[in-house]
C-alpha cells in the first residue's frame, strides 16, 4: 500500500475523532472537542454512578494516554505508567481546572499531529499501531462521554 493511503485516511480519522466531524464514523457536531466545548465544569464533576469515572477523569486519561504516545513516538521511555491513578483521582474539577485541562488536550494533540505529520515514513517502531490507537482508544472515551452526558444533563446531538 502507498503510504499517502494509509496517511490520508489516518488524517481524516484522527480530525474527524477531535475536531471536525467528515462523516466517517461520526455525527455532525460530535468530535471530541465539540463535545467538550459544551460541557461545564460541573457537568464534568459528575460521575453517571458511584463507581463510575467522571467526564474530566475520562479527558484526563485521553491527555494523559497522548502524552505517552507522543514521549513513544519521540523513541523516549515513558518508565511505568499508573493508569489506574486517573480513575481513583480524578472527580470534581473546578471550572479554571476544567479549562486548563481541556486546553492541556489541545495542545498534546496538535503537538501528536504535528510529530505524525512530521514523519518520513510510516515504518518507525509503533508508528502505524500508535496512530491507529489514538483513533481507536479516543473513540471509545468519546462514547463513554456522550453516554454519560445523556445523564449529567449537557445538550446532545442525535
Known sequence: MKPEIFTSAFFELIDETFEHVHG????????LFE????VSAAEASRAVSPKAATIAAHVTHVELYLTV?????????????DWNEIWRTTREVPEAEWDALRKRLHETYARLVALTRSF?????????SGALSVVVH???HLGAIRQALRVVGAPQHD
Do not use: I
Open 138 to 140: 479516543t473513540a471509545y
Open 24 to 31: 466517517n464514523y461520526l455525527d455532525k457536531g460530535t468530535s
Open 69 to 81: 504516545l507522543e514521549d513513544v513516538l519521540h523513541g523516549k521511555d515513558p518508565g511505568k505508567v
Open 120 to 128: 518520513d515514513t510510516w515504518e518507525g517502531d509503533g508508528q502505524v
Open 35 to 38: 463535545t467538550l466545548a459544551a
